[in-house]
C-alpha cells in the first residue's frame, strides 16, 4: 500500500472512495461533513436518509463505516464514519483506530483501490492533531486490506505536518 499526504480539499479528489468524517445522524453537518454534501450534491444525502430508514434507524454508531453514492464528487463513493469525541479523562483511540479499519473494510467490500481520508475526529470533535495522526497512520499500516492508495488529505499546515510526522514514525503520544 502507498500512503500518500496531500494539504488540499478532500472534496476535490479523484479517487475511488473518499471517507466522510460524518456525524451518527448521517445527515450532514459542518466542518468535512458539510463540504462533502454540499459539494456532492443530493444523492448523498438521498441515500444517507435510505440507511437511517433501513439499517441505521438510531444513526451509525461511532468507529462504523457504510458507503454511499458520491453524488456529483469526482470519487465513486463516500464512505462514511463517526469518530468519537476526544475526552482526556476516557481513553477513545480504539474507537478512533476502528473508524479507519471499517473504512478500509468497506472499501474492500466496494473494490475500492484508492481512497482519501481526513483526519477524522480532529475537528469540532477535539483531538489533538499529534494524536489523531498517529492513530490513523498506525491503523491503516496495521490493517489488511486490498486498498493500494490511501491519501490523507489535510486541510491545514499543521495537519500535514502531524501526519508527516507519524508517517516518519516521529509522532509522539497524546
Known amino acids: 500500500m502507498r500512503i500518500t499526504l496531500l494539504q488540499d480539499d478532500i472534496t476535490r479528489q479523484d479517487a475511488d472512495a473518499i471517507v466522510n468524517a460524518a ?5 450532514g453537518g459542518g466542518g ?12 448523498i444525502l438521498a441515500d444517507c ?11 451509525l454508531p461511532t468507529g462504523q463505516a457504510v458507503a454511499t453514492t458520491a453524488g456529483e464528487l469526482r470519487a465513486r463513493w463516500v464512505i462514511h464514519t463517526v469518530g468519537p469525541v476526544f475526552s482526556a479523562s476516557q481513553d477513545r483511540s480504539e474507537l ?18 484508492s481512497v482519501a481520508f481526513p483526519a477524522i475526529s480532529t475537528g469540532i470533535y477535539g483531538w489533538p492533531m499529534g494524536d489523531a495522526a498517529r492513530i490513523a497512520v498506525g491503523a491503516v499500516r496495521a490493517t489488511p486490506t486490498r486498498v493500494t492508495d490511501v491519501r490523507f488529505v489535510l486541510f491545514s499546515q499543521d495537519a500535514y505536518a502531524a501526519f508527516e510526522d507519524a508517517v516518519a514514525g516521529t509522532a509522539g503520544g497524546p
Do not use: F, K, T
Not at 468535512?32 to 444523492?43: E, F, K, L, T
Open 23 to 27: 456525524n451518527s445522524s448521517l445527515l
Open 32 to 43: 468535512v461533513d458539510g463540504a462533502i454534501h454540499r459539494r456532492g450534491g443530493p444523492a
Open 49 to 59: 436518509r435510505m440507511l437511517r430508514a433501513s439499517r441505521y434507524g438510531r444513526g
Open 96 to 113: 478512533l483506530a476502528s473508524c479507519y479499519r471499517e473504512s478500509l473494510r468497506v472499501a474492500d467490500e466496494l473494490g475500492a483501490a
